[in-house]
């Protein structure tokens, strides 16, 4: 057994069982971070009752560590081909290793004396794996507020609600049976009564904050105009970032009385210990749809407001930069509240469009549609061009044929001059020898000069 690795995987996180030595040579080969899973609380509850004396030497002598499932820390569960237990839906499986070298999987049912071949073990281990996650869930959490810098009992008592003045009740109830648990290492009947009832006002609170998130998208939806939407934006920012710190908080004391629950039930009902676990974990799905749910409308309005500020951005650059840079910040807040909690949500932050960029895209639409204008003016003062030279070359070819035919018009016209002078020459002539002829006669007949 000294050079056996017994690994379980419930989708949240990785057990890693062994000799302690062992167990360390296997992480660091494998680089990967880890808490102490805290194996010996196994006893206590399941060890008598189940009247394994065996596995109780066995969890005492080996060390328990959990990894967080990360997207690295799944690639082990394929890497050393776990397999899925029918009964409890988890991942098992037998790693053998020596001198700090994986020497080859071992299926799990073929190990004599492995743990997880314990169906009482198994179902306790997977019980403190839950518990661990949900402690590293609250610490992440608690990380997160401090990130945000929001003062929850600050916050809390800001609100002149009912349901919050409850809440901060529960607060102090809660935190409470957390250290006397820390001290005593088990949650007796009398911690576990003064806990059992909170579950109602965590919920009421949750519903409440998420109720706040809906209304604050609402608010812009109704707005149309972009200035509008962007006052709207500006006034919701910092009441979106305090709403989702009283639901982080909120969610943490819920991961808290259910790592409470468990160690009752562990200590109380080991038996149901396995089914109990898997009830907790699909409630704690559950809110996280619901939650997943609101926020996802919030940023839905997000979006919408980015887009149509992108649109407006080169007519009205001011508010269109205003909307989305706080659009952004919204954006942020949620994605890293959805990360806190584990809500799988793949997204891109949203760019904003500078005026520089608008004003160039535009520039360069109203170049392209130049470009087509000044093609167009070319194509048609070509045609006009051309239009121009068939009128000319018609116009030059009928000037042409007028002046042939005035020419020749002419011509004729001066040959029926010159005929009707010539005629009318002739006729002159004619007459004034007539004229001439009848004087002569006159004259010899009475001897006088003729008078003219």
Request: aromatic residues 4%; contains cysteine; charged residues 25%.
């Amino acid at each position: 057994m000294d050079n056996e690795i017994q690994l379980i995987s419930d989708g949240d996180g990785l057990a890693v069982i062994g000799d302690p030595n062992a167990v360390e040579r296997f992480l660091v080969s494998e680089g990967l971070a880890s808490k102490d899973l805290g194996l010996q609380r196994l006893w206590p509850g399941i060890g008598a009752a189940a009247g394994i004396v065996q596995s109780g030497s066995e969890i005492a002598a080996n060390s328990g560590r959990w990894v967080k499932l990360t997207e690295e820390s799944a690639q082990l569960v394929k890497k050393y081909g776990l397999m899925k237990s029918s009964t409890s839906g988890l991942n098992l499986g037998v790693v053998q290793a020596k001198g700090g070298q994986i020497k080859g999987i071992v299926q799990f049912a073929k190990v004599p004396g492995a743990l997880i071949t314990n169906p009482a073990v198994l179902s306790g281990a997977a019980g403190i794996m839950s518990q661990v996650a949900m402690q590293q869930a609250m610490d992440e959490i608690t990380d997160y507020l401090a990130a945000i810098d929001e003062k929850i009992d600050d916050l809390l008592r800001a609100q002149k609600d009912a349901v919050f003045a409850a809440m901060i009740g529960v607060d102090i109830e809660i935190e409470e049976a957390l250290l006397i648990r820390e001290h005593v290492g088990r949650v007796s009947e009398t911690t576990w009564s003064k806990v059992q009832a909170t579950s109602t006002t965590l919920k009421s609170t949750q519903g409440y904050a998420l109720r706040q998130l809906d209304a604050l998208a609402e608010k812009i939806e109704r707005k149309s105009k972009l200035g509008d939407v962007a006052e709207a934006i500006a006034e919701i920012e910092p009441k979106v970032r305090e709403w989702l710190a009283v639901l982080a908080r909120c969610f943490q004391l819920q991961d808290a009385v259910a790592l409470l629950e468990l160690d009752r039930v562990l200590d109380a009902s080991p038996d149901e210990l396995d089914q109990h676990r898997l009830g907790l974990k699909a409630a704690r799905h559950q809110r996280l749809k619901l939650i997943s749910q609101s926020t996802e409308r919030l940023l839905s309005r997000m979006d919408a407001a980015a887009e149509k500020a992108n649109t407006k951005v080169f007519l009205q650059p001011g508010a269109s930069r205003a909307v989305i840079q706080t659009s952004n910040q919204v954006v942020t807040g949620v994605i890293d509240f959805h990360g806190t909690l584990g809500i799988d949500l793949e997204r891109q932050k949203l760019e904003a469009k500078r005026w520089i960029d608008a004003a160039t895209e535009l520039k360069d639409k109203a170049l392209v549609a130049g470009a087509g204008g000044v093609d167009t003016a070319r194509r048609l003062s070509a045609e006009t061009v051309d239009r121009a030279k068939s009128a000319t070359e018609k116009a030059i070819e009928t000037g042409a044929e007028g002046f042939d035919a005035t020419r020749r018009i002419g011509r004729e016209t001066l040959d029926e001059a010159k005929s009707v002078t010539g005629k009318l020459s002739s006729s002159i002539s004619e007459r004034a020898m007539r004229r001439r002829g009848r004087e002569k006669n006159g004259n010899e007949g009475d001897g006088q000069s003729p008078v003219e």
